[in-house]
T-cell receptor, first 112, second 114 residues
Framework: SQTIHQWPATLVQPVGSPLSLECTVE??????LYWYRQAAGRGLQLLFY??????ISSEVPQNLSASRPQDRQFILSSKKLLLSDSGFYLC???????????FGPGTRLLVL | AQKVTQAQTEISVVEKEDVTLDCVYE???????LFWYKQPPSGELVFLIR??????QNEISGRYSWNFQKSTSSFNFTITASQVVDSAVYFC???????????FGTGTRLQVFP
């Protein structure tokens, strides 16, 4: 069966510090991978998605970036965090078109 | 434009009441998929249902039922005999066939009181 892992579960970082959130998927090959952000009490905002290794589509211009170094690994990064980067970050995967997205447990990021 | 509207931001009911969460979508595509997700307080999104645009049959799963009406572009979700454990934020989402991403509504927060 397929599983998705995200870590860390919670992170508190100072403004200006770097960020690296990792997501890995098991039990499937060549999935679509996604990063979403959810601000407190708000809806889901798609940040990046990837249909293959090295292929990244950015939905919202910001100081975040994403990379997919391996088929089932998706990394969200920032060189310098802003206060507005605080939120709940969710990684998700799906098979090719038509399927829904399966979400990971999420990472709560607080930037102080 | 492709869009999902969940006009109800928050609903409160007492346990055992029935509750319907509304979802209206916009798309020009003839082939698309609709979804509902549940986000309990723990945060993780839980997949509830997927429906394709060619299947307008209503679906029932236990206390959950879904009413898909293409004529009104709606995909409403009803919980019968609600329970406290149903308290969560519920998201409706749309995926046009030729795209790789979901379009989410803003969610409806459901609170079920004992």
């Amino acid at each position: 069966s397929q599983t998705i892992h995200q870590w860390p579960a919670t992170l508190v970082q100072p403004v200006g510090s770097p960020l690296s959130l990792e997501c890995t998927v098991e039990g499937t090959s060549n999935p679509n991978l996604y990063w979403y952000r959810q601000a407190a009490g708000r809806g889901l905002q798609l940040l990046f998605y990837s249909v293959g290794i090295g292929q990244i589509s950015s939905e919202v211009p910001q100081n975040l970036s994403a990379s997919r170094p391996q088929d089932r690994q998706f990394i969200l990064s920032s060189k310098k965090l802003l206060l507005s980067d605080s939120g709940f970050y969710l990684c998700a995967w799906s098979v090719r078109r038509g399927a829904g997205e399966n979400f990971g447990p999420g990472t709560r990021l607080l930037v102080l | 434009a492709q869009k999902v509207t969940q006009a109800q931001t928050e609903i409160s009911v007492v346990e055992k009441e029935d509750v319907t969460l509304d979802c209206v979508y916009e798309t020009r595509d003839t082939t698309y998929y609709l979804f509902w997700y549940k986000q309990p307080p723990s945060g993780e999104l839980v997949f509830l249902i997927r429906r394709n645009s060619f299947d307008e049959q209503n679906e029932i799963s236990g206390r959950y039922s879904w009413n898909f009406q293409k004529s009104t572009s709606s995909f409403n979700f009803t919980i019968t005999a609600s329970q406290v454990v149903d308290s969560a934020v519920y998201f409706c989402a749309l995926r046009p066939y030729n795209t790789d991403k979901l379009i989410f509504g803003t969610g409806t927060r459901l609170q079920v009181f004992p």
